[in-house]
C-alpha cells in the first residue's frame, strides 16, 4: 500500500489492511442496521421483500457508489435478508470466460453472486454473464478452433449482485440487465454520527454525543472513514485521556493524525495552502501546482483534489485550478482582491 500515493491516509477512502481486518465485525448484518441511504434501503426492502413472499429468488442488483460507503456491506445483508448463502468474487479476480464459468456452473438455487468491482471484467467474461443473468444459462465451450462447439449448460435462478465506484464504465448491455440499481450517496454528519456510536458500541469505546459530531464532521460523508477515525481516536483517548471520547479528546487526537474540521489531511491543505499563498488562488496549472507542493501530478489530481472538488474548495478550469471563497475563509486567509478592495473572481 505504502507505494500507492495517497496509500497511508487516514482519510484514504479504499480500505486497507487494518480496515479490512476489522469491518467484518463492524459490518451490519440486516437491513434495519444499516444507516442512512434512506431511498436505497426503502427500495431494496421492498425488491427483497417482494420475492421473498412469492418465493422467488430476488432481481439482479448493482450497487454503485464512492468506496466506503457501504456497498458490500449491502451485498451481504441482501444474501442474509434472503437467507440465501453469498459466493464473492471480484472482476479482477475473473481473468477468462472459463473462470466464470466454473462460478456460475456451481451456484446452487438462490445463491447470491457478489462480483465486486464488476467495472474491471474481462470482455468475453462480460459476455458469459449478459446470457447467464438472462437466461440463467452458460455456454460451455468444447474444443479449439473450428471444431469448438458450444454446450449450453442450464444454471439455477441465482442474484447477482454487482458492485462498482464507475457506473459509468459498465456497458449499458450489462447495467440494463440489472433489475434494480442502486446510487449509494455520501452519509450526511448525523447519519455518520450514528456510524461512530454504533461501531464505538461494538469496539466497547465509551463515545459522547459530541465526540461522535466531532468525529463524523471530519469523515468525509463516509462510513469506512469515520470507523478509522474512531479507531485513531480510540488510541488517542486510551494513551492521554482516560479512554473516553468526548469532543475535547476527539478533536485533540484528529489535530495530532492532522485531519482538519472539515476533514482534510495535510496533502489537502498543502494543496489548498499553495493555491492560496503561492498563486493568489489561481488560476494556476496543475503541473506547477504539483511542483509547488512536491508531489506527482496524479497524486494531487486523483487523490487531493475531488474531495476538494466536491468540497467547493477548488474549482478545475479551462485556464487553471482556482479556490473558491470557501477555501480563503476554511485556511482563514483573506483574498487578494478583496484587500485592494476589488470585487474577487467569484464575486467576493
Ligand atoms: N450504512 C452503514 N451503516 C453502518 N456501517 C456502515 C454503513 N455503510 C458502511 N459501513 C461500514 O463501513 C465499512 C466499509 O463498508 P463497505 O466495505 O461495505 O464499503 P464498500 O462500498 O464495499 O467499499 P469499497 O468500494 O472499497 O469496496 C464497513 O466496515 C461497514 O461497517
Ligand atoms: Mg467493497
Known sequence: MSAEPGGERLVDHEADSEDRAVEAALRPRQLGEFIGQERVRQQLDLVLRAARERGATADHVLLSGAPGLGKTTLSMIIAAEMGAPIRITSGPAIQHAGDLASILSSLQEGEV??????????????????????????????????GATAIPLELPPFTLVGATTRAGLLPPPLRDRFGFTAHMEFYAPAELERVVHRSAGLLDVEVDPAGAAEIAGRSRGTPRIANRLLRRVRDYAQIKADGSIGQETASRALEVYEVDQRGLDRLDRAVLEALLKLFGGGPVGLSTLAVAVGEERETVEEVAEPFLVREGLLARTPRGRVATPAAWAHLGLTPPAQQAGQPGLFGG
Open 113 to 146: 453472486l457478489f462480483l465486486d468491482e464488476i467495472h474491471r471484467m474481462s470482455r468475453p467474461a462480460e459476455e458469459m454473464l449478459y446470457i447467464a443473468m438472462e437466461d440463467f444459462r452458460v455456454d460451455v465451450i468444447v474444443g479449439k478452433g473450428p
